[in-house]
Structures are given as structure tokens and as C-alpha cells.
DNA sequence: CCATCGTTTTACAACGTTGTAGGCAACGTT
DNA sequence: AACGTTGCCTACAACGTTGTAAAACGATGG
């Protein structure tokens, strides 16, 4: 039978209180009192009831942290990091898969949110600003960017910077027909939409023009997704001698498919990723990609998440931006 | 502000109980009380209090996963599964990340578990049968298997015979000298012995001979050290023209080095894995591999659970098996 | 019109915890 | 000696919910 206050006060012959402060820290308790209490608490191998102990302080302990897709590499590695930098403030992570889905998404933010969480780490793929604008209840800071700015915390890469560099290195690498792969419809994937624009930023500021027979869409952003898109850019015989994935497992997908194709890479065609995940440090050959800092991704959304829930909530949002470097790899340069 | 049952009963002229009622589906409502109340309840989005709903009824609602690592593919894929799995029974899982140690697979079994979540599905990796003794709270389902029978339900697969198999599929193919990567210390991975286990029976039953040369430990199960292995046989100059790794990141690590010595796969060694993670199907070249069912492992385990929430707890504990199957790609036979 | 019975609704207590307010010693200060 | 201060401890109430028991209601039959 699981143990109470009740149960260790009886067996040290206090009051419930005095155990509860015993548990809690409190200073002014006798060391004798608090080595009987002690006592009685291993003895009996009490553990706090944390559900009451939420209906009482208001605070659970657990924060969520909702992603698109578990098996996306890149989110489970942001998950490691994430109850990392969690596990510094003593709380534990649920983390929860929406599949992108809206309406999931919409579950998530406000559903499993009531009561159950103090706080959530959400990188939403189709909710909009105003899915979010009707949660008033619980702290929640945002991953990843849209163009439209909403109502809560934020941490975010520069998009737009990024690919703008890395697509700069391709041409400076002497590269002129640049495909570009994971496009999507304006109204999903933010991410898609700035990294396309860096892309055409980067073309049109070494004069080499935007063609768009050279940006092929990607409904989700899988090694499938990736191969698939790959096999249309070759087969649609446009010309191609590099191509910038927006993401790794695009990448992956796009280096099997060039791979059956009897093209090499990076002699016939340079491949570069977003991301860093790592089967990229090890795929054949490896990859060059944008390395977002995913540890300090994980550290600000834990510490936004943090003063909100210490300080004020009402204060007005903040937008925290992270760094990210290139890793330049054998898929953009022969050995 | 967060709405209560009682502000709902305020609203809609009625008492606390009845909209407790109206909520957790009572027959005995008449339908005009029950409209007002459903209708108050949609005005105010009220949601009940988890934690209040827990403490009174001793059900969360929530059950947690625990694996050692959420960036090994295997487990992100399983964590998928287990999610959908648990959806079907309105449970929301917790996905918890043990790291492998000890210590802190102690904490998730006995620690977590209290009071925040009503069952546990776990996968431990250093944890032995006596440290799940002691704990008597939540029911728990073990996903692998370890040679000692523990106190609880259990889903594996049968690692010896599938170890046996591929490797005997090795032989078929008329490999001779077939390395082993990812022995471990008895005292951890259970897996790893198994596994052995199952290589070392095909290798006699051909009248092959074991050769503890041929034998690589790897301290994790990473593509490094799959990669550092592979390396470490390589240099040692003992003579070899297949690989058997015991997980599929470590045989993508082993493929790296062997691409990096200049050595073709599988034409000068052939190369398989185990655990059919995503990326085996897009490296270069794709990877054989033992497919364990994931989705059928993850069904099983919330199948367990629920049996043993809703029936008794004091129940001898099961042991289901899931199938597996071969899945031969490039690694093992030109294209 | 009353007794009976099933349906619908309610009051109350309890789940385990902690904040508040207060009491009792022991101590130091006037 | 009286007083305040401090340290330690306790009783009580409350968090939001649901199970129990019982009350109120309405319909039926005698």
C-alpha cells in the first residue's frame, strides 16, 4: 500500500505538517525532529503524491514538449535535449507527437495543456497564430518560426540568413544550377517558406537567377520525401549540378536517389542539408548541412518557459534567437 | 481564469454533482438538464482538473514509455508506435529517457512512477530483476528480454533464433568468415548476449568454428561505435568477408568505415544489421536487417498494461512474444 | 388521496497535500 | 518580572473532483 503524510507523521509522532515541511525544506525544524521524520520517510519509502500536491500549489512538475514526429531524427535529438536542460529545474518532460496534424496540434495546446502540465515546449507545423491566440491558460513557448509573429515566447534560427549562406557556399564552391528540394504549400511549413527565400536571395545576389524548375516540393519532409523529389528533378532532365535540401532526411533521400542514378556525389552533384542530424556525420559520403545549436535551442525554450512560469505572465513575448554554424562535409567537396 | 466544475454548475442552475455527472457520462440526467449543463460547459471551455480527477479516483490517465535513448532511431520509432498504440485507449503517454543508467532507470521505476502515472512501459537497459522487485506500485510492461525471468509482464522477441537466422543467412549466401560487432559485458545488454548467442549457434551448426577474433565489443550501440569497431577489425588484420552487427546504427557506423578503407559492400564483405530502423532502407547501400515488429511489440505492451490495470494486479506475469522477419537489401547481395 | 417505486438531483465527505494562522516554549531585553 | 522575539510545531481549511447516501420529484396503482 502506497504511504501518506499521514502514515510517516504517525510512525515519528508529528503532526502531517511538520512532515510535509520536512519534505519541502522548510528551516525551522529541530535536526532531531527532522532525523526522526527522516527516518520514518525511508523507513516506510514515502513518495509525495504529486497530483495532490498539484491541486494544492497549482504546479505539476512536468512540462510537455510537442513535436511533429518522434522518428524525424532531428526532433528526437532536440527531445534529449530539451529534458536535459529540464531535468536542471527538477521537471519532468512529456513529450507528445502531434504528426503535424492541426487538430492534434490544436489537442495539445489546449487540451492535454489544462491541468495536467505547467508548461509547454511547442513546435507546431500547421497551427496558426490564431489557433493560438484563444489559449489563455498555460505558459507555452514556440520552436521554429512563422512569418507571422503570435502571442508567445519564442526561439528561433534566422532562417533565411542561413540558407542564404549555405546555398552562397554552394555558388562559391562553383556551382551555378542549384535545385532546391522541400518546398511546400504556403499555408504548412514556415520553415520551408524562409528557407526557400534565403535560397532565392542567395541566386539572385550572384546573378545567376531564380528558375523554378529547379525547386521541387516535398509533401512531408522524409528520406521518401527526399528520394522521391530527387528522382523528379532527374527525371524531368532539368540540368543540375548541386542541390539544397531543406533538411536532412530530405538529403539522405535525395544522396540514395542520385546514388541509383549512377551519379556521384559530390563529383556530379553536391548535396547539402539542414539540420545536423546524426546519420548525416555518417551517411556515405557525409553530409554538408546548417548545424542549428540544438543544445541552446533546448536551454532558451527551458529558460523562456521558466521565467514565465516565475514571473510575470502577462509580460509581452519575447523572440530569442539561436546561432547555428555550417559543417562543410564530403558531399560539397571530393576528399 | 481556469473554469471549475462548480462555476459550470453556477451557470447552468445545478448542482456540482450533476455536471461531475453530465461530464463522466451518468445515464440519469434528463435531457433539458443535460443540454443546459453541456451548453454552460461549452461556454465556459471547461476542463476538467486532471489532478483533482487523479486524487479522487486514483486514475491519471497518462502512462509513460522509459527507453535509454530517444535518438536512437529504434526507439523513436517505437515511441511512435506506443503513442498511437496508447490513443486508442485514451491514454496520453509520457516518453521518459533513462540514459541507460542505473540510477536513473531506479528513479523512473520507482520514482516517477508514483502517483503521476497509472503504468509503465520500459525498457531497460541496466537495470536488473532485483531492482524491479522492490516495487510494488505501478504496473509495468519490459520491453527485451533479459536471460532472468523479473516479477513483470514482458513482450520480446526471440533474439537467439533471429540472430541464428541472419547469420545463417550469411552462410547460405557463402560467407565464411563472418565478424560479430557489439558484444558487451555480461552485466549490461542482455541483447548483446543473446545475439551473440544466436551467431555463435549458426557458426558451429555449419561447422564453421567460433573465433573470438571476429568478435567486436562496442561499449554503446552508436554509429561511432559501430564505426570504431568495424575500424578496430579492420586494422587488426584478421581476415573477414561478412559483418553481423547487433543493431542497424551500428551497422551503418561499421559501412562508414568500410567505405572509408575502400572496401565495397557487399562485394568484398557483406554487412547486416538488426532492428529495420528507417535509415537502413535509404543508406548506400541499403542494409539487411532482422525487422522485429514494432507496431505489433508496442500493441502487445499497452495490451498488457491495460489487462493488468483493469484486471488483477496480482496476476502471474506474462511474457508475449512478437514475430520478426528478414528483410534482405543491398548489403548482403549485388544489385 | 396515499403508498410505492423508479428516476433525477443533491449534500457531504474524502482523496493527499500545503498555506495560513496561531500556540507554546525558550530566550533575550527592558 | 514583564515583555517581545524567535524557533518550532500544530490545527484547520482548501485545492477540484467523484462515490455514497439520501432527499426530492413524478408517475403509477390501489
Redesign the pocket.
Known sequence: M?????D??ERA?????????V??G?????????ARVEEAIAELN????L???H????RTGVIALAVPELDIPYFAELARYVVTAAAAYGWTVLIDQTGGRREQERVVASGITD?LIDGLIFSPLALTAEDLAGLDGTPMVLLGERVDHGPADRVVIDNVTAAREITSQLIQLGHRRIAAIGSQRTDEGASARLRLAGYRDALLAAGLGYDETLVAPAPAWHRADGAAAMRGLLTSGVRLDAVFCFNDTLALGALRALHEAGLRVPEDVAVVGFDDIEDGRFSIPTLTTVAPDKEQIARLAVELLANRLDGDRAAPARELRASYRLELRESTQPR
Open positions: 502506497r504511504q501518506r503524510l499521514k510517516v507523521a509522532g508529528v503532526s502531517v505538517k511538520t512532515v510535509s515541511n519534505v519541502n522548510y528551516v525551522h525544524v529541530r535536526p532531531d525532529t527532522r514515502y513518495r509525495p503524491n497530483s495532490a500536491r491541486l494544492r500549489k497549482g491541468h
